[in-house]
């Protein structure tokens, strides 16, 4: 089992950011998805899921109307875009499947928030 985050940057308060994460070493389209981040110092939190096949979607309320989860299961990849960017969503983020299964982490991808 493998999670590959990618498309983390720096960005401007109030800019925009799509990062994804491609799974691969399971039947990815049998899986709920989530989005999880750490920032520096702090434990690792929930931020979004997406069901199994995209249509159901549920968020922190610290993201909820800024962020969107989706996925491509012909693709094996999960996305969050990100909206209205705050400081305080600076953190590695980090895809996986709800209560880590797999017991694997990805390197995750880093998204600082700054002007």
């Known amino acids: 089992v493998q999670f590959v985050e990618s498309g983390g940057a720096l960005v401007q308060p109030g800019g925009s950011l799509r990062i994804s994460c491609t799974g691969s070493?399971?039947?990815?389209?049998?899986?709920?998805m989530n989005w999880y981040r750490q920032p520096a110092g702090s434990e690792r939190d929930f931020v979004a899921s997406v069901s199994r096949t995209g249509g159901g979607q549920s968020y922190d309320v610290s993201v909820r109307g800024r962020f969107t989860i989706s996925r491509d299961n012909a693709k094996n990849t999960v996305y969050l875009e990100m909206n209205h960017l705050e400081p305080q969503d600076t953190a590695v983020y980090y895809c996986?499947?709800?209560?880590?299964?797999?017991?694997?982490w990805g390197q995750g991808t880093q998204v600082t928030v700054s002007s």
């Open positions: 070493g399971f039947d990815f389209s049998d899986y709920v």
């Open positions: 996986n499947v709800p209560g880590d299964p797999f017991h694997y």
